[in-house]
């Protein structure tokens, strides 16, 4: 019998973020394996003209929640959506919603955030610090309160290159921040930003330290522990292989790469790709929650799930493995045939963005100009570049997290909760998951049906025969040019040709003589 399955049986669980990536699989998992649980609390706002409850239900009614409706046939009951909206005071809660969330909750999950690297400096200090700082007031105010476990990111400190289990602080005080965001009008806000962020690539990892300092300073007495995941990929094992259902991270270029339009990026093939699959990360919380509850450490603790240094993979290994995937299962109606280039130097960059992406997507719209309708690529292939080259920094760079609290955690386990709550990445295959997580992409984000993985690997065939043509034709036409034009390449070709020519009489009279 899991010991931190039965844990989390009757209590009540509060979750912020339940409707992003993380927060769904947390839900699921929790469902899973601890279905006698009382109920989960989640924070919800209504979002693209969808009410709460049509929210929940979509999400209940996923392909992710299949195996949760076999074991809690039940789960509509026990999930109750709390009208919030984050960035509003006292999150916009009823009177009533709040005196129930605080009269009855036993543990917090705070996932939710604003992970946006362009947001607004106001946006996310609002969601990533002044939220956070307002649930832990909250919480302070919980009586039945056991443990508040705070997702933050191991990029939060992506400044240093060694970082530990532990809260580093921030040159300027969160508070002050949060209180001169009330005066400062937005003009200025974004003026400043860049001063304040310092040596940070974005406002995400920027707010997301800020939220630590945060959760550090307002703890009072209550059991908090943080949680850094690295860049959180497709599920690994549960509940089945591959899950995704965002374009944020991998995902987007992930299918830029598969429908031919990114076909280089500017990384350097030997650093870390540090990748965690979402349901490891899921075990990891699940754990500490069980852990932070039960062993009440003295102080916060901070767990790292990162892959790089107990499993590491590299840029190089998993772009050929996401090809090699793709030759296998292609993507449907591709812009070009999928090809990569990994290249760390700046000119290089910039000829293949101009050859690769930029020259093809011109070309395309002067077609669909001529053929009537309207241009698009070069709008498409411009905002993959952006996002491509916001996510620069991250493909460069390698960094060394320490695991030392993640791995007493692990030795702390019963060997059944080892295996149900299994948060042990050395035990992950990177080509068996990255082919998942790319067959994922296919299945789960794009919807598309492998029924038509023949027609798509034709399409491709016919892509290589255009390919051809067109560099053939290209090479006739300034071939042709050049000969009209240059004295020099007249007597190349002449020098060439006659080569050709007495080669190949050496070889008829060669033969003939055998003969
Ligand atoms: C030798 C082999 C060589 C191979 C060579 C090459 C080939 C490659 C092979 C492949 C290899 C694989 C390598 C993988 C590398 C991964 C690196 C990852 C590093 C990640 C580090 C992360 C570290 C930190 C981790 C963390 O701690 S946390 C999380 C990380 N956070 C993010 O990842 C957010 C980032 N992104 C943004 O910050 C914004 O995306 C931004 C970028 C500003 C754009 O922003 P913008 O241009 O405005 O575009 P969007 O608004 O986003 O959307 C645009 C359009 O898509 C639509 N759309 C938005 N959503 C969705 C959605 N759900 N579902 C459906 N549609 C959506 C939206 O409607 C709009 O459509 P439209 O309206 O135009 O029709
Ligand atoms: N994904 C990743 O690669 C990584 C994520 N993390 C951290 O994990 C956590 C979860 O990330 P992830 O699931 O990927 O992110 P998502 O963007 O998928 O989810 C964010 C969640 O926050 C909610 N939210 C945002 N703004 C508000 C608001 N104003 N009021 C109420 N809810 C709001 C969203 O609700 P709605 O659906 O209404 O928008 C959504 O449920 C974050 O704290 C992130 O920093 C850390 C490392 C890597």
Same mark, same amino acid.
């Given at each position: 019998m899991s010991v931190i399955a039965a844990f989390y049986g009757g209590k009540s669980i509060l979750i912020t973020g339940a409707t992003g990536f993380l927060g769904k699989v947390l839900m699921e998992k929790l469902f899973r394996t601890s279905p006698d649980l009382k109920v989960i609390y989640i924070l919800v706002r209504p979002k693209a003209g969808q009410t709460l409850q049509q929210r929940v239900f979509q999400i209940l009614n996923s392909k992710l929640f299949e195996k949760v409706k076999e074991v809690c046939p039940n789960v509509h009951e026990k999930i109750r959506a709390i009208y919030a909206d984050l960035s509003q005071n006292d999150f916009a809660i009823s009177k009533e919603d709040m005196q129930e969330l605080l009269s009855c909750t036993n543990i917090i999950f705070h996932c939710a955030a604003t992970v946006r690297f362009d947001d607004t400096l106001r946006h996310a200090v609002q969601l990533n610090v002044t939220a956070t700082r307002q649930l832990l007031l909250m919480a302070s105010q919980m =009586?039945?309160?056991e443990a508040f476990i705070h997702i933050s990111t191991?990029?939060? /400190?992506? /400044? %240093?290159k060694h970082i530990d289990e532990v809260i580093y602080p921030c040159p300027v005080e969160p508070k002050k921040i949060i209180d001169s965001l009330e005066w400062l009008d937005d003009a200025i806000i974004e003026e400043i930003a860049p001063k304040l962020i310092r040596d940070w690539p974005n406002i995400y990892t920027y707010t997301k330290a800020l939220g630590e300092m945060v959760v550090q300073q307002e703890s009072r007495n209550l059991n908090i522990a943080i949680i850094r995941p690295s860049i959180v990929g497709a599920t690994w094992q549960e509940p089945f292989p591959g899950w995704v259902d965002n374009i944020n991270g991998p995902n987007g270029l992930i299918i830029a790469a598969g429908k031919g339009f %990114? +076909?280089? %990026?500017?990384?350097? =093939?030997?650093?870390?790709?540090d990748l965690i699959p979402v349901d490891t990360v899921v075990n990891l919380m699940l754990a500490v929650g069980w852990y932070t509850a039960v062993h009440r450490p003295k102080s916060t603790l901070v767990y790292h799930s990162t892959s790089g240094n107990l499993n590491p993979c590299n840029w190089h290994k998993m772009g050929v493995q996401v090809l090699a995937t793709f030759e296998k299962i292609p993507l449907e109606r591709a812009f070009r045939r999928p090809y990569a280039n990994f290249t760390s130097n700046n000119f290089t960059s910039q000829y293949w963005n101009a050859v690769s992406h930029q020259a093809p997507a011109i070309i395309y719209d002067c077609y669909l100009r001529l053929t009537g309708r309207k241009p698009r690529m070069t709008k498409v292939m411009n905002q993959i570049l952006r996002t491509a080259s916001m996510l620069e920094y991250f493909l460069n760079r390698s960094w060394e997290w320490s695991t030392y609290n993640t791995e007493m955690l692990m030795s702390e386990l019963s060997p059944e909760d080892q295996r149900v709550f /299994?948060?042990?990445? +050395?035990? %992950?295959n990177w080509l068996e998951y990255i082919e998942n997580y790319v067959l994922g992409v296919k299945k789960y984000l794009l919807k598309e049906d492998m029924a038509g993985i023949p027609e798509a690997k034709q399409h491709l065939k016919r892509l290589r025969n255009i390919h051809y043509l067109f560099n053939t034709a290209l090479f006739l036409i300034v071939w042709r040019l050049l000969i009209a034009r240059s004295q020099m390449a007249r007597n190349v070709w002449f020098f060439i040709v006659s080569f050709c020519y007495k080669f190949l009489s050496y070889f008829r009279a060669s033969s003939t003589l055998k003969v």
């Open positions: =009586p039945k309160l191991a990029y939060s /400190n992506c /400044n %240093l %990114l +076909r280089a %990026l500017k990384a350097t =093939p030997k650093a870390v790709a /299994n948060f042990d990445v +050395r035990q %992950l």
